[in-house]
């Protein structure tokens, strides 16, 4: 099986609670059709969101702002262009954990609660990032690659 390299992880964060503060870790633990060990429980196929530093960087840009990626409330920050070539597919994230993208995050009302603006800012060109259900869990890391069937 061929793959090519989407990016390489530069951070994770968890959401202990629905509006309690990001907690960031060096490593998860991702469960199979559930979620992150630590993260607030989600729907299966929204076990993990996923967020491209490029997306990032351009809507604090846009902003006139400096925040911290978890300000959108995403599991991982991937030092990738865009993930929106990973809907519909698997990732892997390090060695052993596979993520089925299902869909591209849509930023809720709760995002200009943070921010005014922020919610417009994240809609285009897949800016909110990505989420997926959990097919195969384990063990991630910040530094791990993040690859994809080519």
């Given at each position: 099986?061929?793959?090519?390299?989407?990016?390489?992880?530069?951070?994770?964060?968890?959401?202990?609670?629905?509006?309690?503060?990001?907690?960031?870790?060096?490593?998860?633990?991702?469960?199979?059709?559930?979620?992150l060990?630590?993260?607030?429980?989600?729907?299966?196929?929204?076990?993990?969101?996923?967020?491209?530093?490029?997306?990032?960087?351009?809507?604090?840009?846009?902003?006139?702002?400096?925040?911290?990626?978890?300000?959108?409330?995403?599991?991982?920050?991937?030092?990738?262009?865009?993930?929106?070539?990973?809907?519909?597919?698997?990732?892997?994230?390090?060695?052993?954990?596979?993520?089925?993208?299902?869909?591209?995050?849509?930023?809720?009302?709760?995002?200009?609660?943070?921010?005014?603006g922020?919610?417009?800012?994240?809609?285009?060109?897949?800016?909110?990032?990505?989420?997926?259900?959990?097919?195969?869990?384990?063990?991630?890391?910040?530094?791990?690659?993040?690859?994809?069937?080519?």
């Open positions: 099986m061929d793959t090519r390299q989407v990016g390489k992880i530069l951070g994770i964060a968890l959401r202990p609670g629905v509006k309690a503060p990001m907690k960031d870790v060096n490593r998860a633990v991702a469960v199979e059709n559930a979620g060990q630590g993260d607030i429980a989600s729907e299966p196929d929204r076990g993990i969101t996923l967020l491209s530093l490029k997306q990032w960087q351009e809507v604090v840009r846009a902003l006139g702002t400096v925040m911290l990626w978890h300000t959108r409330r995403a599991n991982v920050l991937v030092d990738a262009d865009s993930l929106a070539p990973t809907v519909g597919k698997t990732i892997r994230l390090g060695d052993t954990v596979e993520v089925l993208v299902t869909g591209e995050a849509e930023p809720c009302a709760a995002m200009d609660q943070v921010r005014p922020l919610r417009e800012v994240l809609r285009p060109d897949c800016r909110g990032g990505v989420y997926g259900r959990i097919v195969k869990g384990g063990t991630f890391a910040v530094g791990d690659a993040v690859t994809m069937q080519a």
